[in-house]
């Protein structure tokens, strides 16, 4: 399907495991970006890549890694997860840089840690 | 540092009420602005965006002013319908080479028939 696609939309896991979070877009756009999305909070910025093998710290990266070997696929590692990494995390992209550039969300994925 | 001011929610309305939503920033320079929506189980999707001061965005009905005066942006719809109950987030960019959003918190927006 066209578009940016998340995976998996739900998961459960505990502390201290690693999880990866998948995120795909089929526009060939340069630009990701991940989010969390907390209450009180809004949208935070994680990690950004501005192209393949090109990432970048956000605000909140602490914790998280990223990789993007290939332009369509830009995952999302939380290395030993934490319960205060229960959130919901969202991938977007955009086709280039500039403030006028509009950026694309995935569906999301709920991730809890217990 | 950059950062957007939304409005505390929830905002409840009855169906065809008028709704505004207001947003200020904080940045340096001159960034773009925008409103984004988020429907229940869904990612965020643009309604509507601004690149410069006095423009006007405008979608499905919703407007916002740029005010550089004010540094606002507040969201308006003459008659909201059950169908915008949503989460509205308002963000700004600069642009440069990240091409970064700053959102603020959300606003959720509750429209009863």
């Known amino acids: 399907d066209a578009g940016i696609t998340q995976s998996p939309r739900y998961k459960i896991t505990e502390t201290g495991r690693q999880v990866t979070l998948m995120c795909h877009q089929t526009w060939s756009h340069s630009y990701m970006f991940w989010y969390r999305q907390d209450l009180g909070h809004g949208l935070r910025l994680i990690y950004y890549?501005?192209?393949?093998?090109?990432?970048d710290k956000g605000e909140v990266p602490d914790g998280y890694v990223v990789s993007r070997s290939k332009t369509e696929n830009f995952p999302l590692t939380l290395e030993s997860a934490t319960r205060s990494q229960t959130s919901v995390y969202f991938c977007?992209?955009?086709?280039?840089?500039?403030?006028?550039?509009?950026?694309?969300f995935g569906p999301g994925t709920r991730l809890t840690v217990l | 540092g950059d950062s957007v001011t939304q409005m505390e929610g929830p905002v409840t309305l009855s169906e065809e009420a008028f709704l505004t939503i207001n947003c200020t920033y904080t940045a340096t320079g001159y960034p773009s602005l925008f409103w984004y929506v988020q429907y229940p189980g869904e990612g965020l999707q643009l309604l509507l965006k601004a690149t410069k001061a006095d423009d006007k965005g405008s979608n499905k009905g919703f407007e916002a002013t740029y005010r550089k005066e004010t540094t606002s942006f507040h969201l308006e719809k003459g008659s909201v319908q059950v169908s915008d109950s949503a989460v509205y987030f308002c963000a700004l960019s600069k642009g440069g080479a990240t091409n970064k959003l700053i959102f603020g918190t959300g606003t959720l927006l509750a429209v009863q028939p």
């Open positions: 890549s501005a192209a393949a093998d090109i990432t």
């Open positions: 977007a992209s955009s086709e280039s840089a500039g403030a006028v550039n509009e950026q694309f």
